[in-house]
């Protein structure tokens, strides 16, 4: 091998083992495995599923959508990441699985948002002294065609919903045409600015751990390997 090529070679593969060491040993690794699996046979484990609407004990948020919770608040699937809210895989095509609101509140749809809403909920129901917002996305498909319900047009602003309300469907929109994610919605709890506006959701930082709001161990801190659930 030339010695050019040979010292190329030497980074990849050094990237290549870390890769491997990661997903075999890292924090999410174990559920990150059932998940590949699942994806591939999305009938093989029924037992997995959520129902769209259903409570858990006695958490104050319904499930918003059918599906497989894949990911959870704080997941680090990939070096460097940590996931700011729940990834909700429906195991369905784009635009089949309905999204409903979780909780009630007053939905906002920037005028660039193509696969997105947010909800603003005026008291927490865990701590009333402060507003949240409620972060849905990836309703729409590869190429930006999106699945939002029509009463929600571009634009929307401060629209009242009730908890259950149809905000669209799931879809794998990421921007990206030929690079689009695994259907499913992703929903996360985004904190106010305290001027009356979201933070940047993308930031953990910025979002409350999903737990408690939904009565499900969704901190990967906590629930390193297992896939949650409740009847």
Not at 35 to 49: T, Y
Not at 111 to 139: G, K, N
Not at 160 to 187: C, K, M, R, W
Not at 204 to 209: L, M, P, Q, R, W
Request: aromatic residues 12%; negative net charge; glycine residues 8%.
């Amino acid at each position: 091998m030339p010695k050019r090529i040979f010292l190329l070679a030497i980074p990849v593969a050094i990237a290549v083992a870390g890769l491997t060491l990661y997903f075999t040993y890292g924090k999410s690794a174990a559920r990150t495995t059932q998940v590949i699996n699942w994806i591939r046979d999305p009938s093989s484990r029924p037992e997995l599923m959520m129902t769209s609407g259903i409570k858990c004990d006695t958490a104050p948020f319904i499930f918003p959508t059918n599906g497989l919770i894949g990911f959870i608040w704080d997941d680090s699937f990939r070096p460097g990441h940590r996931h700011s809210g729940l990834d909700i895989f429906a195991g369905t095509n784009v635009g089949v699985t309905p999204v409903v609101a979780a909780y009630s509140g007053y939905l906002t749809r920037e005028a660039d948002w193509i696969s997105t809403v947010i909800i603003r909920v005026p008291e927490d129901p865990l701590e009333t002294s402060r507003q949240i917002w409620v972060y849905y996305t990836h309703m729409a498909d590869p190429q930006g065609n999106s699945f939002i319900s029509s009463e929600f047009p571009a634009g929307t602003k401060e629209v009242f919903v009730e908890a259950g309300t149809l905000l669209g469907y799931q879809g794998n929109y990421s921007g990206d045409p030929s690079n689009p994610v695994g259907v499913h919605l992703h929903i996360s709890i985004v904190e106010d600015d305290g001027f009356g506006k979201y933070k940047n959701e993308l930031d953990i930082e910025n979002t409350y751990d999903p737990t408690p709001y939904f009565g499900l161990p969704l901190n990967a801190n906590v629930n390193p390997d297992t896939i949650p659930v409740c009847n």
